[in-house]
């Protein structure tokens, strides 16, 4: 079964908001953080995982994502502020739910 994640990144606390969708959490992040994407998320430094979701269906992930989008910023800080008052980056508790690799090997992608 596939898995797909929403998530929000950002470059601070209630600073800079960038929403995507990916099937592969971890590298899509570790992409970002490496400034391997280029675009918005290079712009402006937005590399922190605050808030993520997983679903099994890609229609649901792309409708969330469109849905989150859509919201206006009180909402989308609410949300992170709901599962991550801190505004931890979460990505690597991301390791601790996949066994393929660890944070601390070279070579994580």
Do not use: C
Not at 10 to 18: D, H, M, Q, S
Not at 26 to 49: A, M, P
Not at 51 to 74: G, M, P
């Amino acid at each position: 079964m596939n898995s797909y994640y929403i998530y929000i990144l950002a470059n601070k606390r209630n600073g800079t908001l960038y929403i995507g969708v990916t099937n592969d959490l971890i590298r899509r992040i570790y992409e970002h953080k490496n400034k391997l994407v280029k675009g918005f998320t290079e712009k402006y430094d937005v590399s922190v995982l605050v808030y993520y979701e997983v679903t099994s269906d890609i229609n649901s992930a792309l409708a969330r994502e469109k849905q989150l989008k859509s919201w206006n910023r009180n909402w989308k800080l609410d949300l992170i502020e709901k599962s991550n008052p801190r505004w931890d980056d979460l990505y690597e508790s991301l390791f601790d739910l996949d066994p393929r690799v660890k944070p601390e090997d070279d070579n994580v992608m």
